[in-house]
């Protein structure tokens, strides 16, 4: 039977199964295949918060999307167009999601009665024609397909069918054309104590190859042609990576030490398991006593000279307010990222949210402002953790960093940049130069960024006194005058502010007048950039604007927001920026506003934008 | 750093901030003390560097004129761990009490204490809180009548030594405010330990909780009630050393040497071994015991900033000095042309 091939633009898939069957890694290969292939893409993976939920059941299932395409793309996709159910339970919960006439492939084997009363099957969705109406649907026998290709590896039965996510894989690598040595490498390098593994994964992978190649089921190949990037050097990058390669470049550039100091959380702790890998850069990881000790340890660092960093997530960084707030009182560099999770308390820990902004900004007591500013893409981290350093140092201030669950564990393609191409982060600790008729103002101040100097221990003459009580100008000596407290609450609030000369003119997707301005921070940059080309594209008078810095914000911002009749802001909140929006500018701004842990899809934001300019 | 160190006199450390505790406090004799041995610690003052939380004791680093951070509540620790292992040739001091560093800041003491970072801890304990005006503190006595006690506390105290030697301390010592040449002494032992050193300073509190150690300052009975450990030197006290500790199996037991016992049946301190620090240490809150004061426990272990430096050194080693281009470059790589 012959065999077609098609070219498409772009596809969505989503491998889904039960948390030991291996659909993160799946996803991930087929991910850096695609990569190396040449198509822009984005991911998603969706995993349970439960270490191992029981085999089978709807809590266990995990997830992971991606959306590849031969044009420029800005999300991992809204709807998959394949969905890849390793077990009743994946097909239970994923299954609706499926654009319709999209095609679907399940591992027949795991249909047992066992596995269909676990998932709240009263049928087997794959014999009673449910879903034939809807989708392509392919039902595979992958678990047998696995145990014949290995039979004569000796291993025991339970290792041989933990194989066939390879399977699954092989099948969608010959589906869209993919090639399978970059994967073959990656199992010799990861299980090169255990060749039989290799083997036996390898044989897994080309069995599912061949059953596309040979059967008569699959009629069709698809081919993504190579998207059209700038041009470079490229690597995938998930958001977590990308961050702490960040922190890397910016203590490098520095020539400052690295602290990071801890505590795992998840979806943080891949940066402190990241940092802590790369020992001989001479970074210094601390995996502290609890989230407190995480910050405050960083903080004597920073008090000693070095880049200090700690990140959390949700509960994590109520814990390190207080801390945060000596920060600013002390005027000491600190980098906070908070991987934002979904709350409150322990909420929603391996889901995505936006919901720590209004903490972000007002979390501390009294007058503590700081700088905030949020990555908009897994490969964006690299370059927002390096200026949330540049900026903490220069100013020396905390700055807030924030990123979210799917940042931080989404990946893209990311142009590999130049450490030399950087901007300048250049940093000089005061010395006895400094003296003032042989005093030392602590809290004396930088004109231009009104940061005091850095003076660390060891420096001879420059011992001095800081703390926690509020600071006499000038001198640092604990001050309780009040007209001294008014001046030192506006010198902190005006330094923050400061920071905007920083910032070049906004840069608006689309006209700088119109009917709607789409407004976005963090994440949902890429949803709300595919919306507006969307809604541009059927002559929608739209434009998006993304704000990288939510303190200070941008000085053009409010010259900005009167020129459209509205304003739409999306949040994976319930309303949080669109409230220091409407407070500081008087717009009647609107909100878009959805918190299923999940990002929103920019379906969802053109609708949004359709109901408000019809 | 130069290779000569100054030399220096008590006013080199003395700050020029007006010092603010209650006339009459104890830590006015402990800060003097300070003052008066660090000239001799042999180290450049600005190595120095002085940490504390917040407390009556807290307030200590404002008055030492050297690099000093008065920080947040029961914190101490942990930010004098990052200034240690950011700059592992500082000297580090902890300044903290039994509020900041047994209550609210209990868990950060003994993760230090386990991490064993050669950090000096100095612990004002005048089983009181004074800077909020008298509550009962972790190290109260059970049925303290305070503001926040009417009837009477509850709880039942911590022993500050004993925690410690049970967070696996390598140094634990003990001095009070008015023994000011021990207290010297002890600083200087502090200072000479390489990891934590735990050091508990009996402290009066005279408006709050006055009082509280007279039975071990009173010059009257004090020689009763305060064993002075020497290492290597039989557990002797009393007016006339006429007293001294015996196990009895593993029972410590207070005799009076004469026609039953003699000098061989009195315990010999040793600060190496543990079962004898920990005897000691559950001396206090024992009327019958007198309290010891003076280095319990002294043992040499590795220190966390040394093993960390090591394993940068290794790593550094085994990968060469390598870039952040480096970094970024690795893994599949693709190129765009």
Request: net charge negative; charged share 20%; with cysteine.
């Amino acid at each position: 039977m012959s065999k077609t091939t098609q070219q498409v633009d772009e596809v969505v898939i989503r491998f889904a199964g039960d948390s030991g069957d291996g659909m993160q890694l799946t996803g991930g290969r087929f991910t850096e295949t695609t990569a190396i292939v040449g198509n822009d893409l984005s991911t998603l993976p969706d995993f349970p918060a439960e270490i191992r939920a029981p085999a089978g059941s709807l809590a266990g299932v995990s997830a992971f999307q991606i959306k590849f395409s031969s044009k420029d793309i800005h999300t991992p996709g809204d709807k998959p167009d394949v969905l890849v159910a390793m077990n009743p339970a994946a097909l239970k919960v994923h299954q609706k999601e499926v654009t319709p006439g999209g095609t679907i492939i399940c591992n027949a084997n795991a249909f047992s009665p066992k596995n269909l009363k676990l998932a709240g099957y009263e049928t087997n969705p794959l014999e009673d024609k449910t879903l034939d109406d809807y989708y392509t649907l392919y039902t595979v026998e992958m678990s047998k397909m696995v145990a014949l290709a290995n039979e004569d590896l000796g291993l025991t039965p339970k290792i041989i069918d933990r194989t066939k996510n390879f399977f699954a894989l092989g099948l969608l690598f010959w589906i869209y054309d993919r090639p399978m040595q970059s994967t073959k490498d990656w199992l010799g390098v990861k299980f090169a104590k255990k060749p039989e593994i290799v083997e036996a994964n390898i044989r897994a992978m080309d069995a599912g190859y061949n059953y596309g190649e040979t059967t008569e089921i699959f009629t069709t190949r698809y081919t993504v042609e190579k998207a059209n990037l700038p041009a470079g050097t490229y690597r995938n990058v998930v958001g977590n990576h990308a961050l702490s390669m960040g922190l890397a470049a910016a203590a490098e550039k520095s020539k400052l030490g690295l602290f990071y100091g801890g505590y795992p959380i998840t979806p943080a702790s891949d940066i402190l398991h990241t940092l802590s890998a790369w020992k001989h850069l001479g970074i210094k990881t601390f995996q502290a006593e609890d989230e407190i000790a995480g910050i405050t340890a960083v903080l004597g660092a920073a008090f000693t000279g070095n880049l200090g960093v700690t990140a959390t997530s949700g509960p994590g960084i109520a814990l390190k307010g207080e801390a945060m707030g000596l920060a600013v009182m002390a005027e000491l560099p600190l980098v906070v990222v908070n991987v934002q999770r979904g709350g409150p308390s322990t909420g929603l820990p391996t889901k995505t949210e936006q919901s720590d902004l209004l903490q972000a900004m007002y979390g501390r007591n009294g007058e503590a402002p700081l700088p905030v500013l949020a990555s908009a893409t897994p490969g964006d981290c690299f370059f927002a953790a390096y200026e949330a350093c540049r900026i903490a140092v220069k100013y020396m201030t905390p700055v807030i960093l924030l990123t979210d669950g799917y940042l931080a564990n989404g990946s893209e393609p990311w142009q590999i940049p130049k450490i030399d191409d950087l901007p300048d982060f250049n940093v000089s600790f005061a010395d006895e130069s400094i003296l003032a008729d042989g005093q030392f103002l602590s809290y004396s101040r930088d004109k231009e960024t009104l940061a005091r100097p850095w003076a660390i221990p060891g420096t001879a003459g420059l011992e001095h006194r800081i703390g926690g009580i509020e600071k006499e100008d000038l001198t640092g000596n604990v001050s309780y005058d009040p007209d001294n407290h008014h001046y030192m609450v506006e010198t902190r609030a005006k330094k923050v502010e400061a920071i905007a000369n920083e910032f070049g003119p906004s840069k608006i997707f689309g006209k700088a007048s119109g009917d709607l301005l789409i407004l976005s921070w963090g994440g949902t940059k890429g949803a709300c950039r595919s919306a507006s080309e969307a809604l541009q594209d059927s002559g929608k008078n739209v434009s998006h604007l993304h704000i990288r810095w939510i303190n200070p914000l941008p000085k053009d911002l409010g010259e900005i927001l009167i020129k459209f009749k509205n304003v739409l802001i999306p949040e994976i909140n319930y309303g949080q920026l669109i409230k220091i929006i409407r407070g500081e500018f008087l717009v009647d701004a609107k909100g878009l506003n959805q918190v299923r842990g999940k990002p929103i899809s920019s379906l969802d934001i053109q609708e949004a934008a359709n109901t408000l300019i019809g | 750093m130069s290779d000569t160190i100054k030399s220096y006199t008590k006013k080199d450390f003395t700050s020029d901030q007006a010092v603010r505790w209650c006339p009459g406090c104890g830590d006015y004799a402990i800060l003097a003390q300070t003052q008066k041995i660090f000239p001799d610690l042999g180290v450049d003052k600005e190595n120095f560097v002085f940490i504390s939380g917040i407390g009556c004791s807290s307030r200590f680093p404002y008055y030492m004129d050297t690099f000093g951070f008065h920080t947040i509540h029961g914190r101490a620790p942990a930010i004098a761990s990052g200034v240690k292992l950011a700059n592992p040739d500082l000297s580090v001091w902890v300044v903290t009490g039994d509020g900041d560093g047994l209550s609210i800041g209990g868990n950060h003491t003994i993760h230090l204490l386990r991490r064993n970072l050669d950090i000096n801890v100095m612990l004002f304990n005048n089983r009181i809180y004074g800077l909020t005006k008298g509550q009962y503190s972790p190290t109260s006595e059970v049925g303290k009548i305070t503001k926040s006690t009417p009837m009477g506390s509850l709880d039942r105290p911590f022993n500050p030594l004993t925690l410690a030697l049970g967070s696996g301390a390598t140094f634990v010592s003990r001095t009070i405010d008015k023994e000011t040449k021990h207290m010297q002494s002890m600083i200087m032992r502090s200072h000479g330990h390489k990891g934590t050193s735990f050091m508990e300073i009996y402290q009066n509190c005279n408006i709050f909780n006055d009082g509280a150690f007279s039975n071990q300052t009173d010059r009257e009975q004090k020689a009763d009630t305060v064993l002075i450990l020497e290492n290597g030197e039989p557990m002797l006290f009393g007016s006339d050393k006429n007293k001294g500790i015996r196990l009895d199996g593993n029972t410590p037991k207070v005799v009076e040497l004469g026609d039953k016992w003699g000098m061989d049946d009195v315990l010999v301190h040793d600060e190496s071994d543990y079962v004898i620090a920990s005897l000691l240490s559950n001396m206090t809150y024992q009327p019958e015991f007198p309290d010891p004061i003076g280095v319990l426990y002294a043992v040499e272990s590795d220190t966390y900033e040394d093993t960390m430096v090591a394993q940068l050194n290794q790593a550094v080693k085994k990968k060469s000095n390598g870039t952040v281009q480096d970094l970024l470059n690795t893994g599949d790589t693709w190129v765009v042309d």
